[in-house]
C-alpha cells in the first residue's frame, strides 16, 4: 500500500492512515468494525498471518485452511455495538469477489469480542451463500452483489481492473 493509496477496505481513507498501521502491528483495532475492515483489506492481500492473529484463538482454524478469493469490494450493512466501551460487537457485510472467471458475493454477520484488550472475529453467519455469477452481467441486468438494483446502477464502475 502506497503513501497515497486508498484504502481497499473502502473507508475512504488513505491506507496509510486506516488499515495500513493496523496491517503492520503498530496500532491496533479500536472496534469491530475497524477489525472487520482491516480483516477484509487483509484477506485483499492474502495475509494469512494476520487473519490468524486476530481470529480468536477459541474459533481459530489452522493456515492451510484459509482460502483466498480475488476480493474487490466491501459493503458494511449493519454495525451492532463493538464500539470503544464494548466488549462484543457484529457486524453485517457484504463481500464481492472474483474466483477465475466467476463472480460472487459473500454476504455474513460477523461476531467480534475483545479480549485483554484487543479485537478478536469470533464466527460468523453466513447469511448469502457463497454464489456466484457468470463473468458476463448486462447492464441492466440484477446486480450480482444483491443489493436489489440494476448492474449500471450499482457495481458496473466498480469492478476490479482486470
Known amino acids: 500500500m502506497t503513501k497515497n493509496t486508498p484504502c481497499p477496505c473502502g473507508s475512504g ?17 479500536d472496534t469491530a468494525l475497524q477489525l472487520m475492515r482491516s480483516r477484509y483489506t487483509a484477506h ?3 495475509n494469512a498471518g494476520y487473519l490468524l492473529k486476530t481470529w480468536h484463538p477459541s474459533t481459530r482454524p489452522d493456515e492451510t485452511t484459509i482460502h483466498f478469493n480475488d476480493w ?6 449493519e454495525t451492532l455495538a463493538g464500539g470503544l466501551e ?15 472467471t466467476m463472480r460472487g458475493v459473500l454476504h455474513e454477520r460477523s461476531r467480534f469480542c475483545r479480549k485483554d484488550g484487543l479485537w478478536y472475529y469470533l464466527d460468523g ?3 448469502e451463500s457463497n454464489r456466484t455469477v457468470p463473468e458476463k ?5 440484477p446486480c450480482p452483489c444483491g443489493s436489489g438494483r440494476k448492474y449500471k446502477k450499482c457495481c458496473l464502475h466498480v469492478q476490479p481492473d482486470r
Not at 13 to 29: I, N, R, Y
Not at 72 to 77: H, K, M, P, S
Not at 137 to 141: E, K, Y
Request: net charge neutral; proline share 4%.
Open 44 to 46: 485483499m492481500l492474502k
Open 86 to 100: 464494548d466488549d462484543s460487537g457484529i457486524v453485517e457485510f457484504r463481500a464481492l469477489y472474483r474466483h477465475g
Open 13 to 29: 481513507l488513505a491506507a496509510k492512515t486506516c488499515c495500513g498501521p493496523v496491517l503492520s502491528g503498530e496500532e491496533f483495532p
Open 137 to 141: 452481467v448486462g447492464r441492466n441486468s
Open 125 to 127: 453467519e453466513i447469511l
Open 72 to 77: 474487490y469490494q466491501l459493503r458494511i450493512i
